[in-house]
């Protein structure tokens, strides 16, 4: 257990709506990470927040948005969705800037 | 882009052999990172080389690093059926940013 929970393990839900991903990071890291990651695919980075401030972007769409609240748990927005969205959503969380990265088990998501 | 490839994309080989992947990065980084994942669940980190690290060792795991050349190997000795799993590297090109290659997957026969 990596002390890195996510919330739902599946969704399945049809095009053109929207769902959220909550992440909640280990305790007493300040650090979320969240990946994409499609069948048979590595894992794209989407974004990152450092105690509530967003520190680093990827190729994150205009339609998925995150933030990280003040109790330092994490939610992935993303909507409008499209068939081509269905992955594996993963969070992670770290204490610093680069050291290691501890994942949950993430979200699979299946847009219909 | 992705930062890493791994090179080879899939590897089988018989319980007992050495298991050799290899990780090619694009830019300077802080470190790099090796990190296993079991089909369809969370990724789990495995080790990590300092860049101004050349050979790390943990277990059965032995970690390269070249700066110069911009690669890293990983070497699992002794391979187990149980190390059957994709392997990822990780570098962090940035302070922030951990950008993971596309993974070698492994198959360990029984």
């Known amino acids: 257990d990596s002390g890195v929970t996510q919330t739902p393990k599946h969704l399945i839900t049809a095009t053109g709506q929207r769902v959220t991903l909550r992440c909640s990071p280990r305790s007493g890291d300040l650090s979320v990470y969240w990946y994409q990651q499609s069948l048979d695919q590595g894992l794209q980075f989407l974004i990152q927040?450092?105690?509530?401030?967003?520190?680093a972007k990827g190729n994150i769409l205009e339609r998925f948005s995150a933030q990280q609240f003040p109790d330092l748990h994490s939610e992935l927005n993303l909507s409008s969705l499209e068939l081509g969205d269905s992955a594996l959503y993963f969070c992670?969380?770290?204490?610093?800037?680069?050291?290691?990265?501890?994942f949950g088990e993430g979200s699979r998501l299946t847009v219909l | 882009s992705q930062q890493g490839e791994e090179d080879p994309q899939a590897l089988s080989i018989q319980e007992g052999e050495n298991a050799t992947m290899n990780c090619s990065y694009k830019t300077s980084i802080n470190n790099l990172q090796w990190y296993r994942q079991n089909s369809g669940r969370g990724l789990v980190h495995l080790i990590l080389i300092r860049s101004n690290e050349r050979e790390k060792h943990s277990g059965r795991l032995r970690v390269t690093l070249d700066t110069s050349k911009k690669s890293s190997s990983l070497l699992i000795t002794a391979s187990r059926a149980a190390d059957t799993a994709s392997y990822f590297c990780?570098?962090?090109?940035?302070?922030?940013?951990?950008?993971f290659g596309t993974g070698t997957r492994l198959k360990v026969l029984a």
């Open positions: 990780a570098t962090t090109p940035g302070t922030y940013k951990y950008i």
């Open positions: 992670a969380s770290s204490r610093q800037g680069i050291g290691e990265l501890f």
């Open positions: 927040y450092y105690n509530g401030e967003e520190r």
